[in-house]
């Protein structure tokens, strides 16, 4: 007869109880009454309440404030074929939503049922964060069934977040299967974007975006500016329509990326400025320049709550330089990344940003990250990223 081992038990307080049936699918270390004391992070855990009802199963973290992450209501083995399971579902999706497309997110976190593992497609390679102690003591089997479903050239590991340090985890990064030469080739639309898995930001390029990216090319007119460019993924689109694109990016490598990404697509109407985007606008407007399209795309402003007015400074005054910069009927592509900035604030900003610059401002479109970034509804962290296409009158 065989007896099967049941995982260790975790208790929660009557608000980790509340917060656990809400669906919240993380609970915080001071809403757990009772863990196990031999326990170091990493594990499956069951999850009871005050009577020693079973509530469900989470993995286990110690060092971090988030204590617990949601895998299942259910009393089921947490192995390679549950993972396998939500590694297939997962990617059914981005089949649905770009049956044709190779490079998309595979996998987006608790979004996807899998709490702490990102996965992006490059083509026939994989780059792979493992940002919690529970899936990088799993890395092994994760990449045996990455392998299996997929069949890449390479996988990359770019593990080298610093969240991982909140979980007691150093960062780090490299080549986990097979071979990499160099950087890998990949399309948005019409537009050939190339992606250094190994050295690139995040996890080579930013896929949140390319969905906007595309649509871009829908709005480029005249004279068109890309602030924050980074590897042109805006400015590229936009340049398949425009008379003539100015790209500013303040990193001189980027700028490189932006320059080889133009010649790699015969677009010749594109000029790279390294510069800061917020002196750029400044002295842009002083020069008494305009444009009839612009994209304000900067990096997360705020990391934290105490950062967010710190932070709508900083929008609101990108944002109303460009729209002093944009002609009549002009075009304001602006987007944030910063979670907490909320829609709501962002809206507020850009209302003054208006105000002040004596501008009308139509919103065409709000949009958010492409289809392969789902937003759990339980989770409003995972919809972090805004992007707003204006009318600026």
């Given at each position: 007869?065989t007896?099967?081992?049941l ?11 509340d ?11 001071a ?13 499956v855990?069951r ?24 895998l ?14 939500r ?7 981005r089949?649905?939503?770009?049956p ?6 595979v996998v ?23 940002l919690?102690?529970?899936?990088e003591h ?8 990455l392998q ?6 390479a996988?990359?590991?770019?593990s080298?977040?610093n ?7 150093e ?5 986990l299967?097979?071979?990499l ?22 996890t ?46 303040i ?17 010749t109407?594109v000029?790279?400025v ?23 795309d ?14 709508v400074r900083?929008?609101?005054e ?15 592509i ?7 900035v909320?829609?709501?604030r962002?809206?507020?900003?850009l ?7 004596k501008r009308?401002v139509q ?31």
């Amino acid at each position: 007869m065989t007896t099967t081992t049941l995982p260790p038990t975790v208790r929660l307080s009557k608000k980790g109880v509340d917060r656990w049936k809400f669906g919240h699918p993380w609970i915080y270390a001071a809403d757990v009454e009772k863990v196990p004391a031999t326990l170091t992070g990493g594990e499956v855990v069951r999850v009871e309440d005050g009577r020693g009802y079973f509530l469900g199963q989470a993995f286990y973290s110690r060092e971090s404030k988030i204590s617990l992450r949601w895998l299942s209501w259910d009393d089921v083995p947490v192995d390679a074929e549950f993972f396998d399971k939500r590694l297939r579902a997962a990617e059914a999706l981005r089949r649905r939503a770009y049956p044709d497309d190779t490079a998309y997110r595979v996998v987006h976190g608790e979004a996807d049922l899998l709490p702490g593992l990102v996965v992006d497609r490059f083509g026939d390679c994989l780059s792979v964060q493992f940002l919690i102690k529970a899936t990088e003591h799993r890395k092994a089997m994760i990449v045996d069934l990455l392998q299996k479903l997929f069949s890449p050239r390479a996988i990359v590991n770019r593990s080298d977040a610093n969240v991982r340090k909140l979980e007691g985890l150093e960062p780090e990064k490299g080549l986990l299967v097979g071979s990499l030469d160099g950087p890998v080739q990949y399309l948005e639309g019409h537009v050939k974007m190339e992606a250094d898995l190994l050295h690139g930001q995040k996890t080579g390029a930013f896929l949140d975006q390319r969905d906007n990216h595309v649509m871009a090319s829908e709005w480029g007119t005249g004279e068109a500016l890309d602030c924050f460019s980074y590897a042109g993924g805006f400015a590229l689109q936009l340049a398949l329509k425009a008379k003539h694109v100015t790209a500013v990016e303040i990193s001189e490598a980027a700028c490189g990326l932006i320059k080889a990404n133009a010649a790699r697509n015969n677009l010749t109407n594109v000029d790279v400025v390294t510069a800061n985007a917020f002196d750029y606008l400044r002295d842009t407007l002083d020069e008494g320049k305009r444009f009839d399209t612009i994209v304000l795309d900067p990096p997360s402003f705020a990391k934290n709550k105490t950062a967010i007015e710190a932070a709508v400074r900083g929008y609101k005054e990108i944002n109303l330089r460009a729209m002093q910069l944009l002609n009549p009927g002009g075009t304001l592509i602006t987007a944030s990344c910063t979670y907490h900035v909320n829609e709501e604030r962002f809206e507020e900003m850009l209302d003054a940003a208006a105000n002040d610059s004596k501008r009308r401002v139509q919103i065409v479109e709000k949009r958010g990250a492409g289809k392969d970034h789902p937003v759990l509804m339980a989770l409003r962290e995972t919809r972090y990223l805004k992007c707003y296409v204006l009318r600026v009158l």
